[in-house]
């Protein structure tokens, strides 16, 4: 069994900033790409960035600038630095990651529970 915890939401105000994280554990022999998503209210679920084993990154264009991506292979951690918060960026964050477990079964689409990020003044 794979499992992905996300970390480091909360309320800040806008022009903040954030570093939310996603530990994953469990059954997981390697990490391959690994998401952020994020579910506004009323809102549909949007894929924000993603990094791939590779080094590759990539991200939304509304968050361009403003949100880094980054992991940590040896730990198997997900990060994303959000900076210059904005209201719009109100939503709970999501993990997402593709990986193989340790029986070396290709394992993709396992979700997090989410953080929650309110921005508000």
């Known amino acids: 069994q794979v499992t992905l915890v996300e970390s480091g939401g909360g309320l800040v105000q806008p022009g903040g900033s954030l570093r939310l994280s996603c530990a994953a554990s469990?059954?997981?022999?390697?990490?391959?790409?690994m998401r952020w998503y994020r579910q506004g209210p009323e809102k549909q679920r949007e894929l924000v960035a993603h990094?791939?084993?590779?080094?590759?990154?990539n991200y939304a264009d509304s968050v361009k600038g403003r949100f880094t991506i980054s992991r940590d292979d040896l730990q198997n951690i997900l990060y994303l630095q959000i900076d210059n918060l904005k209201p719009e960026d109100t939503a709970v964050y999501y993990c997402?990651?593709?990986?193989?477990?340790?029986?070396?079964?290709?394992?993709?689409?396992?979700w997090g529970q989410g953080t929650q990020v309110t921005v508000s003044p």
């Open positions: 997402n990651a593709d990986v193989t477990d340790r029986s070396g079964r290709y394992s993709p689409d396992h």
């Open positions: 469990g059954s997981v022999a390697t990490v391959y790409t």
């Open positions: 990094s791939t084993a590779g080094g590759s990154s």
